[in-house]
């Protein structure tokens, strides 16, 4: 074998190994590894970026569901939407089923946590008792929820009338339709993310709970000083993804309300597939979809930026 002090010797010019691009180099190194990885790849590209790059080329078009003309309309399809009154309304029933969702939904696994954690015995059996919900599939769930808000007969109403008070119209009211699907998307991913709460809380040191514990410290002050300082940081990154599911919702309000009453539950995914699958609008579904991807990838930069930080703090 030649090296390279051998090359010198025979007066063979070798090229700067700094000349050689790191990709290439890259690409030499793990050339087998990359062609096993090479059908993984294709088939990501075709199901995930070609729709991405294709729902852009659409939303810049004139296409129908039922085969448009394919011209070329520039901001057209934008321009329609955003004078589009529902627009308004889905974007501000979507931030509000976030902020619902956070008010409702975000303490409520870190507070099973941290019961599950203090408890002495049983911990499996509630650890599966709060996960199963996620277990069901989730048209299962909605249509368990659907019964148990039904006005006349429903489980809810009939629990409520035994304690004397009336039929509440849960999902046929614009007052309460939107909350009554926040309960239900709380209902059902609740579990998975207390299991995310419960393996951060198992990584707290027990000698911080003894020293708490020595100096006095009863059950609140250990959890305000002791324990959500250590989780402070798994709980801001469900924070972020917490907002970025809201911000998706679409199987709740589809199936139970189908955007009413009112209007009062029409979110931005129900939005887009109104205008592709009722009104046959391509375009404007396309539209509508690059904006929310634009929003969504905001908050995922948002995300990763977070969690850079932490993990360059050691969190």
């Known amino acids: 074998m030649i090296t390279v002090k051998h090359r010198k010797l025979l007066g063979i010019q070798t090229p700067p190994a700094s000349r050689v691009h790191p990709l290439v180099r890259f690409a030499r190194r793990h050339t087998s590894g990359l062609l096993f990885l090479l059908p993984a790849l294709l088939l990501f590209a075709f199901f995930v970026w070609y729709p991405i790059i294709y729902g852009f080329v659409l939303s810049f078009q004139d296409n129908s569901l039922f085969g448009g003309s394919g011209s070329w309309v520039g901001l057209g399809n934008f321009r329609r939407i955003f004078a589009d009154p529902l627009f308004t309304v889905a974007w501000g029933n979507t931030l509000k089923f976030a902020l619902y969702g956070l008010l409702f939904g975000y303490a409520i696994p ?33 249509f368990l929820w659907g019964y148990m808000y039904t006005p006349d007969g429903g489980l809810l109403n009939g629990l409520l009338g035994q304690i004397g008070i009336g039929n509440q119209p849960w999902l046929q009211s614009p007052n309460s339709a939107l909350q009554s699907l926040v309960v ?27 020293a708490a514990e020595l100096d006095g410290a009863g059950i609140a002050r250990r959890v305000w000083h002791v324990v959500l300082p250590q989780i402070r940081g798994v709980m801001l990154i469900m924070l ?30 129900l939005l887009i597939y109104y205008y592709a699958f009722q009104n046959a ?22 995300y990763f930026g977070v969690t850079r930080r932490l993990w360059a703090a050691g969190e």
């Open 110 to 142: 870190v507070v099973l946590a941290l019961a599950i954690n203090e408890v002495r015995y049983g911990k499996a059996y509630f650890r599966l008792a709060f996960y199963l919900p996620v277990i069901i599939p989730p048209l299962v769930t909605v």
């Open 184 to 210: 239900v998307t709380t209902w059902a991913n609740a579990g998975g993310t207390m299991l995310i709460y419960l393996a951060a809380l198992q990584s707290i040191p027990a000698e911080l709970y003894e």
């Open 240 to 269: 972020i993804l917490q907002i970025i599911a809201t911000f998706q919702i679409f199987t709740e309000p589809f199936t139970l309300t189908s955007g009413g009453p009112v209007n009062s539950t029409t979110t931005i995914m």
């Open 281 to 302: 609008d391509l375009g404007a579904a396309s539209a509508l979809s690059v904006i929310l991807f634009l929003v969504l990838v905001t908050l995922s930069l948002g």
